[in-house]
């Protein structure tokens, strides 16, 4: 898997129509059965936006969603030019309150698969198709990118020392607790399967960044099958991070995500996190 190296961002990119990469451009490509729909959770990401979307494979999504968290540079302003769906956070509602609106609309808006990568340009999205082919091969419900093939990898990537070491705890011991088998639990590229959505109960889950673990001990709760396929990373000052405090206390809140889960489990206590969302009816992939 290549090294991603630090890309030379500009603050205004060339803006081009996302059409681009909505169409296909050959008539060979095979017609997709389901909608695919990507989601952008968005925080000032007007200089990396483009870029992450140019690398999209031509005709792998039908529609783009971005929510923007109450940015303060121009976000929805290079988003609304080039072409995407923006749904707009007065005020920001913190990470996992951009991703509950994120997939509140991808599901009002027919997605069969969901997929939702960071605008920041910090995960290839030209794996998009590797990732959703899984899910449309029913091998998976939910696939992540997994930024951690190797050690050497990562750390060139220039992911810090701390975050690397951190990740490789909190992930063998969710892998261990919930008996799964992935190789970063902390990805921020995933796609789910439209059920997978319409099933969780998502909106119960915190708005801040442990959002990502709780959905993902909900899922294994559910019954729903993981999986994973390797992503390169970039880390440079654009892309999206948090510093060492918010580490430490998500650090926490991740252990805390994973004993409420045993805790419902041996039926200790039982938490909301849990309990199933009666489904609308709707389009579904078979399994």
């Not at 996302?18 to 200089?47: C, F, G, Q, T, W």
């Not at 405090?245 to 998500?250: F, G, I, P, T, W």
Request: charged residues 25%; glycine residues 8%.
């Amino acid at each position: 898997m290549p090294v991603l190296t630090r890309p030379e961002l500009k603050p205004r990119h060339e803006i081009f129509r996302v059409e681009r990469i909505l169409r296909s451009e050959s008539d060979r490509l095979p017609k997709r059965e389901h909608k695919i729909v990507a989601v952008l959770p968005a925080y000032n990401a007007e200089s990396t936006l483009a870029a992450t979307l140019a690398d999209v494979p031509v005709g792998s999504v039908d529609e783009f969603i971005l929510v923007d968290d109450g940015s303060t540079d121009r976000t929805i302003q290079v988003a609304r030019e080039m072409g995407l769906t923006v749904i707009e956070h007065p005020k920001n509602r913190g990470y996992g309150g951009n991703q509950k609106t994120c997939y509140r609309h991808a599901l009002e808006r027919g997605a069969d698969i969901v997929v939702m990568i960071h605008p920041d340009y910090q995960y290839d999205s030209r794996v998009i198709p590797n990732a959703v082919g899984i899910i449309e091969l029913g091998i998976c419900d939910v696939v992540l990118g997994s930024r951690i093939r190797s050690r050497e990898e990562a750390l060139a990537g220039g992911m810090p020392r701390y975050k690397y070491i951190a990740n490789r705890f909190l992930t063998a011991f969710e892998n261990l607790a919930l008996g799964q088998n992935l190789g970063d639990f902390h990805s921020g590229f995933r796609v789910y399967r439209r059920e997978v959505l319409e099933r969780i109960p998502f909106e119960n889950n915190s708005d801040d960044f442990v959002f990502d673990t709780q959905f993902l001990v909900q899922a294994v709760r559910l019954g729903f099958r993981l999986g994973d396929v390797p992503v390169p990373v970039r880390y440079f000052a654009e892309a999206s991070s948090i510093n060492f405090k918010r580490s430490v206390r998500y650090g926490l809140s991740t252990l805390g995500a994973v004993c409420e889960y045993w805790l419902d489990r041996l039926g200790v206590r039982k938490s909301k996190l849990f309990v199933e969302k009666q489904r609308a009816p709707g389009n579904q992939i078979a399994s």
